[in-house]
Structure formats: structure tokens, C-alpha cells
Nanobody
């Protein structure tokens, strides 16, 4: 079992930056891919970024590539999402998630078994 808690959300102006953190409890963190997803009002949840258990690979959606950076610190059981050059369309609830299976890389939300409670990001002037 993995319990995830996000933090770092808030209100930011367009062009600004925020860093989200997601702290995990449980022994499986260091062997599992971690992902960030988001859901805007009236829209389906979408993939944002994912990082392998050893940080050797990361993958981003086209909408955030070059602006967002995912990273993790396995000694702290924490995954981060650095968000720069934020846009109005980045407004959403952001969720971190943990892959169901160890040593696998996936961006399919259905293959993530554990989810945080979500943190709101609002980009507004």
C-alpha cells in the first residue's frame, strides 16, 4: 500500500512558477514509476509527466514539454513537479500517482494504482 500526499499548489500569474511535491509512504516508492496527472473543470484527467523508479527516464505530455520538469528523491520518498512559464490552460487539479507494478514505465492512468488527494493550481492574472 502506498499513501500519497501532494503539496505546493496555489494561485500564480501567467508566466510564473510553482513546484509541487508528493510525499509517499510505503516501501514500494523506490521501485515504481511515479506520475503526475491533472484534471481541469469539465475535462477528463490527462497525463502530465512520469519518471522511472531510478530517474533514468522521464516523459512529458506535449502541452508541458519544455516548461515542466519531473524529478524524484528516493531517499525522501518524494516526487516533484517543477512548473515554469505557467499558462492559463495549466489551471487544474494536479494529482501524483504511483504505478501499480514495479520496474515498469507507463503513462496510462489506468495502470496507476495509488493516487494523491490532488492539489489545485490556478493560473490567473
Amino acid at each position: 500500500q502506498v499513501h500519497l500526499v501532494e503539496s505546493g499548489g496555489g494561485l500564480v500569474q501567467p508566466g510564473g512558477s510553482l513546484r509541487l511535491s508528493c510525499e509517499a509512504s510505503g516501501r514500494t516508492f523506490s521501485t515504481h514509476t511515479m506520475g503526475w496527472f491533472r484534471q481541469a473543470p469539465g475535462k477528463e484527467r490527462e497525463f502530465v509527466a512520469a519518471i522511472t523508479w531510478s530517474s533514468t527516464s522521464a516523459y512529458y505530455s506535449d502541452s508541458v514539454k519544455g516548461r515542466f520538469t519531473i524529478s524524484r528523491d528516493n531517499t525522501k520518498n518524494t516526487v516533484y513537479l517543477q512548473m515554469n512559464s505557467l499558462k492559463f490552460e495549466d489551471t487544474a487539479v494536479y494529482y501524483c500517482a504511483c504505478d501499480r507494478d514495479a520496474y515498469r514505465f507507463t503513462i496510462n492512468s489506468h495502470e496507476y494504482a495509488y493516487w494523491g488527494q490532488g492539489t489545485q493550481i490556478t493560473v490567473s492574472s
